[in-house]
């Protein structure tokens, strides 16, 4: 997932690629540098064919806290998991909250999803032996 912020007091472009990837490590990469500024485990394991999608009111994924430290909140959903990820650019760090999910979607994985203003819309999915 790629992330552009434009500061207004430097004209800096942050170009950030979120990355989860087996057995639940997140890692994130500063594309200007191309250096890793961020790496953590997932409290959740094993996760493939997730949604993994950004949150914020621009659709950047981005925002600023009131002490102007840039915040950047993706979602992550996989089965019966729901995250809310949310990554400190300036100390590098994560924090994790656990989300509910509706009963109806729990088990389904392999779906493809799509954002539209604050909503995420969730389209196929794969559960046991039963395609829909």
């Given amino acids: 997932m790629v992330d552009k912020d434009s500061n207004k007091d430097s004209n800096r472009i942050t170009l950030l690629l979120f990355i989860t990837y087996f057995y639940g490590n997140i890692s994130v990469f500063d594309l200007n540098t191309f250096q890793r500024i961020g790496y953590d485990y997932l409290p959740v394991k094993e996760i493939s064919y997730h949604c993994f999608v950004s949150n914020s009111e621009t659709g950047q994924g981005q925002g ?8 950047h909140e993706m979602l ?3 089965e019966k998991k729901g995250l809310s990820i949310e990554c400190d650019e300036d100390n590098n760090t994560f924090q994790f909250r656990q989300l509910p999910l509706c009963n109806n979607t729990a088990p389904f994985k392999y779906y493809a999803y799509v954002c539209i203003n604050d909503l995420i819309l969730f389209f196929g999915g794969y ?3 039963y395609l829909i």
Avoid at 64 to 71: A, D, G, H, P
């Fill in 64 to 71: 600023m806290t009131k002490t102007n430290k840039k915040i």
């Fill in 76 to 78: 992550l959903f996989c």
């Fill in 127 to 129: 559960v046991y032996k």
